[in-house]
């Protein structure tokens, strides 16, 4: 296969005996999937389950494992692809390693096709509650989260709401014992009305609000928001622009980080640096050299002086 060409990567990620080898042996099983093509089987983690390569629809299925994170380099990753001729990567992650270090591993012709998590719902609450960053971690870019042996005495809202805490794009599926599977269909309506002349963010929705506008800046363009906000000023903005955001904390006060935005207003030099402020704003999405390429401009209506939130550091939750 040529380096260039775009490697196909099918990425499982969870904790261990959440039922990732289970869910992959029978995607390997599955003819609709096995078409012929070379498929290189990763393995980051190895658990009670075994692999079975003699039910697998096609033998052309390599194995590698990786045990430890510093076999997780772009030089190592190449050679493994290139001594078994893949055509595509279905990798088994270790729940314990943060998804950063696969992406800053992987060959750039690499593409991540589907990524799914998977949790036990018995443990799951309990990893959250004591490793929440390495939950987040796994939650943050999956497209469906699968929590295996799901009962019926558990309260759906505790697990969906961990999940939309880090992500509002992911499919949720509860498979209970037995094989029965029920998907999410919890709404989760947004705590401001994106129709109103101006959308007022509470000060409680921030973070939600501003992820919200990062995964769909459709929904936000030529909108104007009012928002309390802390204000910054820096040398190396462009004339008559500034900066407002509030920190965010994602997933724990290891991970807290200003998610701020360009705004641009013909008297800027009369802002106070962190200073705090409720703004009033249109948004564009469009290129800023701050940025360095397309994101959020704010046009500058109205400000008014004001205190700090109760809670300085928004969040999720």
Avoid at 33 to 62: H, K, M, S, W
Avoid at 70 to 99: D, F, P, Q, T
Avoid at 173 to 202: N, R, T
Avoid at 247 to 252: A, I, L
Wanted: hydrophobic share 35%.
């Amino acid at each position: 296969m040529p380096e260039n060409r775009d490697l196909p990567v099918y990425l499982f990620t969870g904790f261990l005996e959440a039922g990732k080898t289970k869910f992959i042996q029978e995607t390997l099983e599955d003819k609709r999937f096995c078409n012929g093509e070379r498929t290189l089987l990763l393995i980051c983690e190895e658990g009670e389950e075994e692999y079975e390569p003699d039910q697998f629809a096609d033998p052309n299925v390599f194995f590698s494992t990786i045990r430890d994170q510093s076999e997780l380099n772009e030089e190592n990753l190449k050679a493994i692809v290139h001594n078994c001729r893949a055509e595509r990567v279905v990798i088994e992650y270790n729940g314990m390693w943060l998804l950063d270090t696969l992406y800053q591993a992987m060959p750039e012709n690499w593409v991540v096709y589907q990524e799914f998590m998977f949790a036990d719902a018995g443990s799951f609450l309990s990893y959250n509650a004591n490793m929440r960053q390495l939950v987040y971690d796994k939650l943050k870019s999956a497209e469906l989260v699968v929590f295996n042996r799901f009962q019926s005495s558990m309260d759906k809202m505790e697990f969906h709401k961990i999940v939309r805490g880090a992500s509002r794009r992911a499919d949720i599926a509860y498979e209970y014992p037995g094989g029965k599977v029920e998907y999410d269909d919890i709404q989760d309506p947004l705590p401001f009305d994106l129709e109103a002349p101006i959308v007022q963010i509470g000060d409680e929705d921030y973070a939600l609000w501003y992820r919200d506008m990062s995964e769909e800046p459709k929904k936000y363009e030529g909108k104007t928001v009012r928002f309390k906000c802390r204000a910054l000023v820096r040398r190396k903005l462009p004339n008559q622009t500034f900066v407002v955001g509030r920190h965010v904390m994602t997933c724990c006060v290891e991970d807290i980080q200003f998610a701020g935005m360009v705004c641009q207003w013909e008297k800027a030099e009369t802002v106070r640096d962190d200073s705090w402020m409720i703004l009033t704003a249109t948004i564009h999405f469009k290129f800023n050299r701050a940025y360095g390429k397309k994101g959020p401009v704010l046009s500058y209506i109205d400000s008014e002086p004001c205190e700090a939130p109760k809670q300085d550091v928004a969040t999720f939750y």
